[in-house]
Nanobody, 131 residues
């Protein structure tokens, strides 16, 4: 059984930093991708970033480029999202999702809003940035 779990959310002042972690267990393939998404109150879910477990390729939404960094520790099946220079508009529930073996070009484009459905989702972690 695949389980995806986020951790590391919290409250931070504008300009501050937080690191989220996503741990995926039960994956049956070493070829997978992890994506971070977020949903603010009253808004649709949007892509944030994603990473490929194989070659480590990454992609970012324009709104977080230069501020967020995604990284992976394959030995721990954990992906991290380092968030710097946080803004109040970054406030949202952040979700981690895993997908197995899909085409990377399509997976990456989901960060910019392309239609691609990840296979497994976590419960989400709240990130609140105060002004």
């Amino acid at each position: 059984q695949v389980r995806v779990m986020e951790s590391g959310g919290g409250l931070v002042h504008s300009g501050g930093s937080l690191t989220l972690a996503c741990t995926a267990s039960g994956l049956t393939s070493e070829d997978y991708a992890i994506g971070w998404f977020r949903q603010a109150p009253g808004k649709e879910r949007e892509g944030v970033s994603c990473i490929n477990s194989g070659d480590g390729a990454t992609n970012y939404a324009d709104s977080v480029k230069g501020r967020f960094t995604i990284s992976r520790d394959n030995a721990k099946n954990t992906v991290y999202l380092q968030m710097n220079s946080l803004k109040p508009e970054d406030t949202a529930v952040y979700y981690c999702a895993a997908t197995l073996g899909g085409p990377w070009s399509l997976i990456a484009s989901a960060v910019q809003g392309a239609l691609y459905e990840y296979d497994y989702w976590g419960q989400g972690t709240q990130v609140t940035v105060s002004s």
